[in-house]
């Protein structure tokens, strides 16, 4: 079975503190994704990772940053949280051209 | 940039009655997945499309691909409980000529069912 696991289910944070949001995945999988979901606005994309130490923007990238210097492991950072970052913070793994897996999600609540 | 367009956003049926949620692309498409979102759970994949005018049935669900690969349909017969969620179609993200898998999400259809 493939296992996307994240770091935490549920975070709090003040304004101004630095967030990191870990992603793991078990399958070898080449790709990595971290998007936020909002009401009615869908999954929005904000980095991805095609390999070790390679990373991409997505469509929303401002006041994020992402880490992977593991395959099995991609990291969300906020490095100055405010409170339009809260959201449900959802990572995903996939091998090239096939479905993505994605993990249970992070609800990050932002004071 | 790349959009796909998902209708409706909302859905309420009664349990039993039938239910279909529309995407529509604006480029022609390699393939198309579509996804289900249970309350509180994350994105599962249901399947995937990728010949013109395919169907693929799984159970009651009914999913369609095009003629042109710019649009596909998701169709429930006779809904139950059990269906309630979300569901996305999801497309490649080809921008720039490589998709290193990249999909860009439609918004989706919420889909509620009242016993």
């Known amino acids: 079975d493939v296992k996307v696991t994240q770091s935490s289910r549920y975070l709090v944070k003040r304004t101004g503190e630095k967030v990191f949001l870990e992603c793991v995945q078990d399958?070898?999988?080449?790709?990595m994704f971290w998007y936020r979901q909002d009401p009615g606005l869908g999954l929005r994309l904000i980095y991805f990772?095609?390999?070790?130490?390679?990373?991409e923007k997505g469509d929303i990238p401002e006041g994020y940053s992402v880490s992977r210097e593991k395959k099995e492991r991609f990291s969300l950072i906020l490095e100055s949280a405010s409170t339009n970052q809260t959201s449900m913070y959802l990572c995903a793994s996939s091998s090239e051209g096939s479905t993505q897996y994605f993990g249970p999600g992070t609800r990050l609540t932002v004071l | 940039g790349q959009q796909v367009m998902q209708i409706p956003q909302y859905q309420h049926v009664q349990e039993g009655e039938d239910f279909t949620t529309y995407c529509n692309s604006s480029t022609t498409l390699s393939n198309i997945q579509w996804y289900k979102q249970r309350p509180g759970g994350h994105p599962v994949f249901l399947i995937q499309?990728?010949?013109?005018?395919e169907v693929k049935k799984q159970k009651r669900l009914t999913f369609q691909f095009g003629e042109a690969k710019k649009n596909s349909s998701l169709h429930i017969t006779a809904t139950q409980t059990t269906d309630v969620g979300t569901y996305f179609c999801a497309e490649p993200s080809n921008a720039g000529g490589t998709s290193y898998g990249k999909l860009t999400f439609g918004q989706g259809t919420i889909l509620t069912v009242h016993p």
């Open positions: 499309l990728v010949k013109s005018g």
């Open positions: 399958m070898d999988h080449e790709n």
């Open positions: 990772s095609y390999d070790v130490k390679m990373k």
